[in-house]
């Protein structure tokens, strides 16, 4: 994977998240809130799940834990960062989701290619940066997706966030380079 490969992946899962935000901002704050029994309570819990582990990972890439007692911190304290009731509504939620999307876009815009090459730890193993950052965007995806169906269960329309919706807007709001 090249860093324009993971350029266009964290564009994409940006625009994705956006229109996820867009879609539950029609929400009523009681709609917003409340409990449909998923993996996470409610559309809040669900999107502060996700930023939370797209804060977590920016986190680990910039520095990888060195020990079992470092990465347990770095989950402790993204508990504590991204607990749901300290985001308690869409205004917050929003504000902390453009703060790490800053953060993220430093990071993805400073990255080259033999950096996505190299390995860090990961579990009793390593992986490829570029692997755990394909990981970050399925992660993300798989939540956006159920959100969708929490929108629905509401009788509230998601936005489209399939990848090839995404190539097609970029091609028509991006101006051409090919003549």
Avoid at 34 to 55: K, Q
Avoid at 100 to 124: C, G, N, W, Y
Avoid at 162 to 175: G, I, K, R, V, Y
């Amino acid at each position: 994977m090249t860093r324009q490969d993971i350029h266009t992946l964290f564009a994409y899962d940006r625009w994705a998240n956006r229109r996820t935000l867009q879609a539950a901002s029609a929400l009523s704050a009681e709609d917003f809130l409340r409990d449909l029994g998923g993996s996470f309570r409610s559309i809040r819990d669900t999107l502060v799940h996700i930023i939370g582990g797209e804060w977590l990972w920016l986190a680990y890439w910039k520095h990888p834990p060195d020990s079992a007692a470092d990465l347990a911190y770095l989950r402790e304290r993204r508990g504590v960062l991204f607990h749901p009731d300290a985001i308690s509504d869409f205004a917050a939620v929003q504000a902390k989701w453009s703060e790490v999307e800053k953060e993220q876009i430093e990071f993805v815009d400073s990255l080259t290619d033999a950096m996505l090459e190299e390995k860090i730890p990961f579990r009793t193993t390593e992986a490829k940066l570029a692997h755990l950052m394909q990981h970050l965007a399925n992660h993300s995806t798989y939540h956006r997706g159920q959100i969708a169906l929490m929108l629905r269960q509401l009788h509230a329309t998601p936005l489209a966030t399939d990848f090839h919706e995404f190539l097609f807007e970029s091609q028509h709001e991006a101006p051409s380079t090919h003549q």
